[in-house]
C-alpha cells in the first residue's frame, strides 16, 4: 500500500509527459507518412492511450523487473520529477487524490461494461421466446454475414433506443438494432447496417474500445487522452466500414443507412442511434469515402514494419529521458 501511495504522483505526470511526447510524435509521424489507411492511424492513437499508463505503471509498480534494463540509466526528465514532486506535500496529495479517482472511473467503467453485458443476455433470451418479423428478418442477414466473415452469429437484440451498435469480448456478441431505425431500411441498407456491425466483431472492436475507455478513464486528468480517443474512434469507423465492404454489402447502402440514422437522430432525438453512427463529426467523411471510394491497397508489411519501429523508436526514447 505504501509502495502505491508513493507511486501515484509518478504514475500521473509520467503518463501525462509521456502521453504529449506520444501526441507529438504521432501527428508528425502522420504527418510525414501520410498513410492512406485508417487502419495505421487507429493503431497509433491506440498506442498514444495505451502506451503512457502501461509504461509508467509497470516501471513504478514492478521496479524489481525493470530495474536492470538499461533505458532508464539516464531519465533526466525522470530526475526532475523525482526532485519536484516529494518538494510539496499539498501536489502530493493532489496526485494521490487524482489517481484515486481516476482507478474508481476506471472500476465505473467496468461495472457498466459488466451491466450492459448482463442487460443483453436478458433481452436476447426474452426475444427468442417470441421472434417478431423484424426480428426474424433480421437474423437471416446475421447468419449470412457471419458465414462470410467465419464467425458466430451474433446474438441479435432489438431495442427502444436505449443501446444500439455492437458489445463483444468473445468471438460471439451481441448487436443492438434500434427497431425504428431497421423498420425504415430495405433489404439492402440493412444488410449494409448489420455487415457494419459484424465488422465491429470481427475486428475484436469491444475489447479495444473497453481498453482505450479503459486508459482514457486512468488518465482523466490528461486532456490528451480524450483527443486521442477521439481520433481512435474516428479512425476505427473508417476502418470497420472498408471491413463492412468487404463482407459484401453496397457502399451506397451503407452510405444511405448512415443518413437515414442521422436524420432519425435529428428528428426524434433518438439517442441510441447516435452509437451506431459513431463518431458524428466523421460522418460527412463516411458518406464521401461510401460515394467516391478512395484508391488505396490495404497495409503491406512493410508499412507495418514502419508503423513498429517508430513505435519501437518512440519507446526508447521515452524510456531514455522519463
Not at 451503407?254 to 436524420?263: E, G, K, Q, W
Request: glycine residues 4%; charged residues 20%; hydrophobic residues 50%.
Amino acid at each position: 500500500m505504501e509502495q502505491i501511495r508513493e507511486s501515484v504522483p509518478y504514475i500521473v505526470v509520467e503518463s501525462t509527459l509521456e502521453s504529449a511526447l506520444l501526441w507529438v510524435a504521432v501527428l508528425a509521424f502522420l504527418r510525414w507518412s501520410n498513410p492512406p489507411s485508417p487502419r495505421i492511424r487507429e493503431v497509433l492513437f491506440l498506442f498514444v492511450l495505451l502506451a503512457p499508463v502501461t509504461l509508467a505503471t509497470f516501471f513504478h509498480m514492478l521496479p524489481s523487473v525493470f530495474s536492470p534494463l538499461p533505458l532508464i540509466i539516464a531519465q533526466p526528465v525522470g530526475r526532475l520529477i523525482d526532485l519536484w514532486i516529494p518538494a510539496s506535500a499539498p501536489l502530493l496529495w493532489l496526485f494521490l487524490v487524482t489517481g484515486v479517482l481516476a482507478g474508481a472511473s476506471f472500476l465505473v467503467f467496468l461495472w457498466r461494461q459488466r451491466k450492459q453485458w448482463l442487460q443483453a443476455r436478458s433481452d436476447w433470451q426474452s426475444q427468442q421466446l417470441d421472434p417478431s418479423p423484424l426480428h426474424s428478418r433480421c437474423d437471416g442477414l446475421l447468419q449470412v454475414l457471419a458465414a462470410r466473415a467465419c464467425v458466430h452469429v451474433p446474438r441479435l437484440v432489438l431495442t427502444d433506443g436505449k443501446n444500439a451498435g455492437s458489445l463483444a469480448f468473445v468471438p460471439c456478441g451481441y448487436i443492438f438494432v434500434p427497431q425504428a431505425l431497421a423498420a425504415q431500411l430495405d433489404d439492402e441498407e440493412l444488410q449494409a447496417l448489420l455487415a457494419h456491425e459484424v465488422a465491429h466483431i470481427v475486428r475484436w472492436d469491444g475489447l479495444l474500445d473497453t481498453l482505450s475507455r479503459g486508459c482514457c478513464s486512468l488518465m482523466l486528468f490528461n486532456p490528451i487522452a480524450y483527443l486521442a480517443l477521439a481520433r481512435f474512434h474516428r479512425e476505427r469507423e473508417l476502418a470497420t466500414d472498408d471491413r463492412a465492404i468487404k463482407l459484401g454489402c453496397s457502399r451506397l447502402a451503407l452510405a444511405s443507412c448512415l443518413l437515414r440514422a442521422y436524420r432519425l437522430t435529428r428528428s426524434r432525438a433518438y439517442a441510441g442511434v447516435t452509437e451506431l453512427l459513431g463518431c458524428e463529426n466523421a460522418l460527412e467523411e463516411r458518406v464521401q469515402r461510401m460515394i467516391s471510394p478512395p484508391e488505396y491497397k490495404e497495409p503491406s508489411r512493410r508499412a507495418w514494419l514502419v508503423v513498429g519501429m517508430f513505435a519501437a523508436a518512440v519507446m526508447v526514447v521515452m524510456g531514455i529521458l522519463i
